[in-house]
């Protein structure tokens, strides 16, 4: 088997319906599975699974066994010679993985490859590619630093070396996995990403940020900047700091007190809200039933229209829209200011999407 895509879902039901139905079109051609770990979600979504997905392998956990834990689990039951870790609150293009199949066979001493994210809004990520947050790069980033924290040397668009990767989406040979071994279970949520792509440094492997194909992490989903943020943000760290580098009490205190300043700091997360008087502008013509149940529609007679008003809509439905198509448009659309964007699902009754990198996203059903 060429591929294994391994997805650790915990409460995301609606989002993980998306990932699964993006996914299972990026391996039409390709011999692959998909392994779904459900770390005990209160919500119904191994329900769901089992339900609209029944070649996918589920694992239910009784517990909530963090993000290493949860991911360890999947790869221990995959079968393929690579790895996709993937979130759930992603949307893969149709020829991600074929992509990246085609850059990394043959590819001597190959460590992991990452792809750039872009977030619900369609804007890029920059943690899709990163240097080793050594102490000095890390203080200088809670205090407001990013220069070297971030690997700006490589263009977005573009392809090249570097260390670090984000754990959203990671695509990896098992063997590769499997002799570092795996995600580093001390960590439950916070830095385990950083930790294995550093792992694989140290193990002489090369790392690659591969910008050639796109993905969308909707990341308010998984990574919820609540009350508890900072405090297991420094607990990670502390773990990382104390394995791979030495232990500095005044370094300890400072960049506590840096991380507590930045979270009392960080600017709110202004919500959307969709007023009764926009404009509404939808990617295909929809079902009347729907219209009916959201304000003041306006009709447009093309899947995707060039220019379009600000405080706007738009809605991709994914009866009639590939997901290269819809992530283009949105990383077009995302220079344009005021624009919220909404997926709809084929033979789904919800509508879906998410403006905020710290706060969950907005479910619609209809």
């Not at 990394?104 to 992991?112: H, M, P, R, V």
């Not at 005044?250 to 930045?262: Q, S």
């Not at 959201?294 to 738009?314: K, M, V």
Request: charged share 25%; hydrophobic share 40%.
């Amino acid at each position: 088997m060429k591929l294994s895509v391994i997805i650790l879902n915990y409460n995301v039901r609606y989002f993980l319906e998306l990932c699964l139905k993006s996914v299972e079109a990026a391996i039409a051609d390709i011999d692959a599975e998909i392994i779904v770990i459900d770390n005990n979600s209160p919500d119904d979504s191994c329900a769901m699974v089992k339900e609209l997905f029944p070649s996918v392998e589920l694992i239910e956990n009784k517990d909530n066994s963090g993000f290493s834990k949860g991911n360890n689990i999947g790869v221990a039951q995959a079968k393929g010679e690579y790895l996709c870790i993937l979130n759930p609150d992603t949307i893969v293009a149709e020829d991600t993985f074929t992509k990246l199949i085609k850059f990394t066979d043959g590819k001597d001493n190959l460590g992991i490859v990452g792809c750039q994210l872009i977030d619900g809004k369609g804007n890029f990520l920059p943690e899709s590619k990163r240097n080793v947050p050594t102490p000095k790069v890390s203080l200088k980033k809670v205090l407001g630093s990013t220069n070297d924290y971030y690997a700006n040397h490589i263009e977005t668009e573009s392809t090249g070396k570097v260390d670090i990767l984000v754990g959203a989406f990671m695509w990896l040979k098992k063997n590769v996995y499997d002799v570092v071994g795996g995600f580093d279970e001390d960590y439950f949520m916070y830095g385990e990403d950083i930790d294995l792509s550093y792992k694989v440094v140290k193990a002489g492997y090369d790392n690659f940020y591969f910008g050639e194909t796109t993905v969308i992490h909707f990341k308010g989903e998984s990574t919820l900047k609540d009350s508890k943020y900072a405090k297991r943000f420094y607990g990670a760290m502390q773990i990382f700091y104390k394995k791979h580098f030495k232990q500095n009490l005044l370094f300890n205190a400072v960049v506590w007190v840096g991380i507590k300043m930045a979270h009392f700091l960080r600017k709110n997360t202004v919500e959307v809200k969709i007023k009764s008087n926009q404009s509404y502008l939808y990617s295909v013509d929809f079902d009347p039933i729907l219209v009916e149940q959201l304000p003041n529609p306006t009709h447009i007679e093309n899947t995707i229209q060039d220019n379009i008003e600000n405080n706007s809509l738009i809605v991709y439905d994914f009866k009639m829209l590939i997901s290269s198509i819809v992530i283009a448009d949105m990383k077009q659309k995302s220079k344009q200011e005021n624009i919220v964007f909404r997926f709809l699902l084929k033979n789904s009754k919800f509508i879906l999407g998410s403006d905020s990198a710290t706060n969950r996203g907005e479910v619609l059903h209809f």
